[in-house]
């Protein structure tokens, strides 16, 4: 099969992960024939360096004529001082909105050998992503802030409409038809009217699908659940805001930032990236942990139908952590093989070629 994937390097430790993740793919293309083609793809710093703006419409167009769009990170001190609407995060959302990905979908799992660098007791089990509404709520609704008699009164409109709730449902469920068959849907119901016609929808859209096991939890007691159970849940689906604090709260259940992949889907083309940033402060030292970056190319290769590919991606980082092999972030014992960025990318490749699959 041929695809065509752009890869967006971007800047600090953006490079040596996406390189890596390139490398497993080159890997998979081998093993399982197939041809990949990479269009290297500029944004955020480089490209203000570059062209003075973070995505320039040549660049996004690469994008929007890929098959789907590799990630690695935005982002430094270089450019925190830029004009607002040219700062490199400008780019990712440029990018976000033209690709029009309304789900952001996070998996959280902790891996068999890391449980003692998860900050809960009880980890075992945990397997759960988060299915995130990413384009509306109250992050897209009016901002404003007026003068009053009484003094300054700030307001941020939150809105949804049937159909934006709908959408991103049946990307639950249909995550959890794939999975362990349950979602549990996070609003604030008892407050709130998005809430409540979140709510209604999702039962709508419920009955599509008899046999995933749907339940209701309230926000707050969602992020303390996440604490103090991770493991009842399946799949976890939440609008924009909620969403947001819940998969940062839900990244540091599984040990390390450098390991937690994420998509973001829409109508056409999908987004695939780390959820950490550029990491300025170990960039270009090869100490980068790059299983975040390689399995976000696993979910690309999966929602491209290519199931057994992303599989053996997945297979083979399991294999590596098992067989004890670290990068510095998640190197805790004596025993461990600490690898550097490129070294841990081209031990993943290799098992990815001798994978049992
Ligand atoms: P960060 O995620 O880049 O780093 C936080 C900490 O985690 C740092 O100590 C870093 O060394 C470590 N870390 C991150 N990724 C790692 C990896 N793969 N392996 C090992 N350690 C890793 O967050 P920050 O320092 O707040 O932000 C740095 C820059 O990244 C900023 O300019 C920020 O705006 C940008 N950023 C970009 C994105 C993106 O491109 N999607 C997301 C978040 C932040």
Redo the contacts with the bound molecule.
Sequence with gaps: MNKTFALIR?????PE?VEQAKRCLDAVAERFGHEFLYVDVDM?GVAIDKYGEPLPETELNKCLSSDAVL???????K??DVAPDLR??KG?LKLRKSLGTFANVRPTKIWRGLGHLSPIRRSSGVDFVIVRELTGGVYFGEHRTDKTAEGLVASDVMTYSEEEIRRIAIVAFETAAKRRKKVCSVDKSNVLDTSRLWRKVVHEVALDYPDIDLSDMLVDNCAMQIVKNPAQFDVIVTENMFGDILSDEAAQVSG???LIPSASNGAGVGLY??????????AGRD????I??ILSAAMMLRDLDLNKEAACMEKAVETFLSEGYR???IATDSEDVVLGCSECGKTIARLILEEKI
């Design positions: 971007g800047d600090g430790i953006g992960i955020g990630l690695g990170a935005v982002g430094g001190k450019w925190d490199p995060e990712l390390s930032i450098g990236e780390p959820i950490h940033g550029s990491a300025p402060d170990i100490v980068a942990d790059p975040g970056t990068t510095v972030d």
